[in-house]
């Protein structure tokens, strides 16, 4: 019988970015995790709804002798300026961009270190990073999941799980697609590339960071040298 393949189990199954990654030759049995019903029409890899916890529980439990790769690209946010920003809008912000990734982190886990293997990978934004105007719940709840990925390395890689953190610059996603030419112009040129992001370059660091054992608790750039 053949070796199975790796499973990458997705979540933030409508995110552009992870459509248009892959759409592109991979070598992955992917999965993705959705809590809404539309994603089922998603082409790219197979997506499965979720109304709670119970569901991916599940399904860890059909693929326990599987190497997983957990892989995180859901994303929300909601620019507001401090002053007009209310504590339920950031807890909202931190829900959909950290909170809700640890209880998924937690039911892996135990998968992965019966296999003494496993990744989890967390997608980020480089501009997050930076923060901008407006930016307080989107650039804390980033910081917070950096924070909590290199926490992760240091309690589990030693056991073969690694956490990593790629951080994404710009590329041709709805959100950028709406800002004004004046914008999407300055953003440009803070970039070295003087561009926008290729999907190849997300799936190669997807690559590197699965094949790789010693690559742990790191910022993996991917963003065109955003400065």
């Known amino acids: 019988m053949s ?42 890899y197979k997506v499965k709804k979720y109304k709670n916890i119970h569901s991916i529980k599940n399904h860890l439990k059909k693929e326990k002798n599987r190497k997983i790769v ?41 998968y992965m270190l019966k296999q003494s293997w496993g990744r989890i990978i967390f997608c980020g934004s480089s501009g997050a990073l930076k923060t901008d105007i407006g930016s307080s719940g989107y650039s804390a709840s980033k910081y917070a999941t950096l924070g909590y990925c290199k926490t992760l390395s240091k309690e589990y890689a030693r056991y073969g799980v690694t956490s990593n953190y790629l951080s994404l610059g710009l590329f041709n996603t709805s959100l950028y697609l709406k800002l004004s ?47």
């Open 70 to 110: 957990l892989l995180f690209m859901e994303a929300s946010s909601k620019s507001k300026i401090i002053l007009n920003k209310n504590s339920r809008e950031l807890l909202n912000e931190m829900k959909s961009n950290f909170l809700n990734f640890h209880d998924i982190v937690k039911l892996a886990l135990p």
């Open 3 to 44: 070796k199975k393949k790796i499973q990458i189990i997705l979540i933030g199954t409508g995110s552009k970015i992870a459509r248009e990654t892959f759409k592109l030759k991979n070598e992955y049995d992917i999965v993705g995790f959705s809590r809404f019903s539309k994603n089922k029409e998603i082409k790219e």
């Open 181 to 227: 030419s004046k914008i999407k112009s300055e953003l440009i040129k803070s970039t070295d590339t003087r561009g926008t992001g290729d999907y190849e370059s997300i799936l190669n660091g997807i690559n590197f960071l699965v094949k790789s054992n010693y690559v742990t608790g790191s910022i993996i750039p991917i963003d065109g040298g955003f400065n």
